[in-house]
């Protein structure tokens, strides 16, 4: 059984300076990927085709001062930066998500790391003072 698919024609570009809408490949499906870092809002974009079939969306996530986001869109073109908007896949501010909480479960995994190593420490003192 064979499967019929149709290429599409999506951007193929690589930028360090922000975003891009040049090149072209043919593909399934077109795939925008962004990396940045929140601390000097440097932000690399990769554009490009997909050989396989993937749902139409946007994943985005957020690891201390890092964020990503892998956009997959199934039209000509909809990998570009106001076809993902106009989609409603991307946000219109292309701005990193606030990373209050992905910072707040670090600094409690912090504590409770310090809070048990401390509470054994503790208990290894005085087994070998009364023990």
Known sequence: MSYITIAITC???HSDQGT???GECEG????????????DDRRTIHKTCGDEA??????QSAFGSKWMSRC?????????DQALIDSGLEPSSAAPPAAHYTQFALL????VFVGASC???LIATICVQFC
Not at 72 to 80: A, H, I, K, Q
């Open 119 to 121: 509470s054994l420490i």
């Open 28 to 39: 399934v499906v077109c795939i925008k990927m962004e990396t940045a870092n929140k601390a």
């Open 20 to 22: 891009c809408n040049d």
């Open 72 to 80: 997959v869109c199934d039209t000509p073109f909809c990998n570009g």
């Open 54 to 59: 993937e749902e139409m969306s946007c994943q």
């Open 11 to 13: 951007y193929d570009c």
């Open 108 to 111: 409690v995994a912090i504590c």
